[in-house]
């Protein structure tokens, strides 16, 4: 990070930057003038959908994507991040379900979110839940995967990978 010329590439190329509130940019001088509070409790890392723009134009070849993860994961960590907000369960909510069950059911997840963000959400929203388990659209049993154990040992693996890149 130290590498960063502040050139605003990342934040140019950000199809979300306009509805973050710190664009990748900032949040990299935040990171470097020490500035963790307004890090952790930030929307962007959340708002990132991985698109790679940013890391592939850097000229500086910074992992932006990757810094974008490790600030989710240590905000999940740390339990520090913007409580309520939806897209921030949505994400822990379903890494949960793939680290328990390997996969991830869209129509559960929903219920699980809407639950916990708003019970009278979740009241307006169970007309249509109801059509959708009729139509065997909804299940009320999450899905799981025969060989957790294994993917236990490459999500570790893998966390452990990224731990290490992002140093
Ligand atoms: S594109 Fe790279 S060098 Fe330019 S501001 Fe973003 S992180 Fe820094
Ligand atoms: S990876 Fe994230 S931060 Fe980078 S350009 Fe895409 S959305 Fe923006």
Do not use: M, T
């Given at each position: 990070m130290r590498r960063c010329i502040q050139c605003g590439t990342c934040s140019a190329t950000c199809p979300f930057s306009h509805v973050m509130d710190y664009t990748p940019r900032k949040i990299i001088y935040l990171i470097r003038e020490g500035f963790k509070e307004e890090v952790m409790s930030s929307f962007t890392p959340w708002l990132c959908?991985?698109?790679f723009s940013c890391r592939v134009r850097c000229p500086k070849e910074i992992k932006i994507t990757d810094l974008m993860y490790l600030i989710k994961r240590e905000a999940i960590k740390d339990n520090h991040?913007?409580?309520?907000a939806p897209i921030v369960l949505l994400t822990k909510e379903s890494v949960k379900m793939i680290h328990k069950?390997?996969?991830?059911?869209e129509s559960y997840l929903m219920g699980i979110v809407l639950l916990k963000v708003s019970f009278l959400k979740l009241l307006r929203m169970s007309g249509l839940g109801l059509k959708m388990l009729l139509t065997g659209r909804f299940t009320l049993i999450p899905e799981k995967i025969k060989s957790r154990g294994e993917l236990k040992k490459i999500l570790a693996f893998s966390n452990k990978k990224v731990e290490e890149n992002s140093k």
């Open positions: 959908a991985s698109c991040y913007p409580q309520k069950n390997g996969r991830i059911s």
